[in-house]
């Protein structure tokens, strides 16, 4: 069963898994089936600031493995709680903490899997078997957006969330980096966060200006996220794209706010995308303007020198300055051409990715997945 347990808007990653999920089920029949029920009486929800708060939420039951002499029809479905939740102040877990004592019954739930590791902390003590995905800041520390350094709560939350994964049963990260940041004794399991192929494809850049009332004679250089974010460092796109207008015209267009269905507008309607974070564990911005054929110019982040890597097209620079990032820029947009990258992110489907979640779900039932002391989980 789906439910969303403290969780703030934001943090979409930890959404899309549950909602890839659920349309994997959908669409599966047989052993594979996902099943999707009643929804329970109540989850629990908290935003930032603010205590959690009861909601209703969707239920999903998955069906493990089918013994050899057991029908599809008389197998008990898997029931996941699934506890999705972003940064959210720490004493506020602790009334979330009573009440989700309450949700976490044997008898309703299989297993827990939580998104990020404060998520992780309302399933402990466990009384389940516990999945824990880290997604980036849990891992990594939490910049602040004042002066751009990492804060004393961001540490707190590290070291809370590497306590959470030594209880956990299997440990997914979206990243290869993200494992140097977990106690050497817990193995993890790279899981990046799937991608919607079908929303996030090629199409005419005329036809996308004109869905988005953009001029078809202009060169545009997208930022995707939220320009307050001082991780995401919007001044140093601006910079680099300011350098740029002294040798070729461009404009830099910021997407915040819009609905993520017109992101793939976006990223069909400009000539190149700008990630210039500081901090990411596998940004998914870079990835869907891989599978929209949008070429990239980034800084060294998360698993981006990897998803760029053989791309004709792209560039990674080797520092974050804003001129290094301006040449980049120029070389990209003075090729003037779409890049062939579509094929690099295939195997990110959302049902791909939901499938491999799945297998882990059936390896800590099963008893097949050992946790970091090499017991049976």
Request: aromatic share 4%; proline share 8%; net charge positive.
């Amino acid at each position: 069963m789906v439910q969303d347990l403290a969780g703030r808007p934001g943090g979409p990653g930890g959404r899309r898994t549950a909602r890839a999920l659920a349309r994997l089920g959908a669409a599966m029949r047989g052993e594979e089936r996902l099943e999707l029920g009643r929804p329970p009486p109540a989850a629990l929800r908290g935003r930032l600031g603010v205590a959690p708060t009861a909601r209703r939420a969707r239920p999903l039951h998955l069906p493990p493995s089918r013994p050899p002499d057991e029908s599809s029809s008389t197998m008990k479905p898997i029931r996941v709680l699934m506890i999705t939740s972003a940064e959210q102040k720490l004493n506020r877990y602790v009334g979330g903490w009573l009440r989700a004592r309450r949700q976490l019954d044997p008898t309703r739930y299989d297993l827990v899997h939580a998104q990020f590791g404060q998520s992780g902390l309302l399933a402990l003590p466990k009384r389940l078997p516990l999945v824990v995905t880290f997604r980036g800041s849990d891992l990594l520390g939490i910049v602040s957006d004042v002066d751009g350094r990492y804060t004393w709560k961001g540490r707190v939350l590290q070291r809370l969330s590497r306590l959470v994964a030594l209880n956990a049963d299997a440990v997914i990260v979206v990243s290869e980096h993200m494992k140097r940041s977990l106690p050497p004794s817990v193995p993890a399991v790279v899981i990046p966060s799937g991608l919607d192929l079908e929303l996030f494809r090629p199409m005419p850049r005329d036809a996308a200006r004109h869905a988005l009332k953009l001029p078809l004679d202009r060169r545009y250089v997208l930022f995707v996220g939220n320009p307050a974010q001082a991780r995401k460092r919007h001044a140093l796109a601006r910079r680099a794209v300011e350098i740029v207008n002294h040798s070729c015209p461009v404009e830099l267009v910021t997407a915040w706010g819009a609905p993520h269905t017109d992101v793939p507008l976006y990223m069909n309607a400009c000539d190149a995308l700008i990630c210039t974070s500081s901090q990411e564990g596998s940004p998914n911005v870079v990835k869907e303007a891989l599978a929209c054929e949008l070429p990239v110019v980034s800084v060294p982040v998360g698993d981006v020198p990897l998803r760029l890597r053989g791309i004709e097209g792209c560039e990674v620079c080797a520092d974050d300055q804003p001129e290094t990032l301006a040449a980049a820029l120029d070389r990209v947009l003075r090729r003037g051409a779409r890049i062939r990258s579509r094929g690099a992110v295939a195997e990110l489907d959302e049902r791909s990715m939901a499938q491999q979640v799945i297998e882990i779900y059936r390896s800590v039932l099963n008893g097949a997945h050992h946790n970091h002391r090499g017991e049976d989980s």
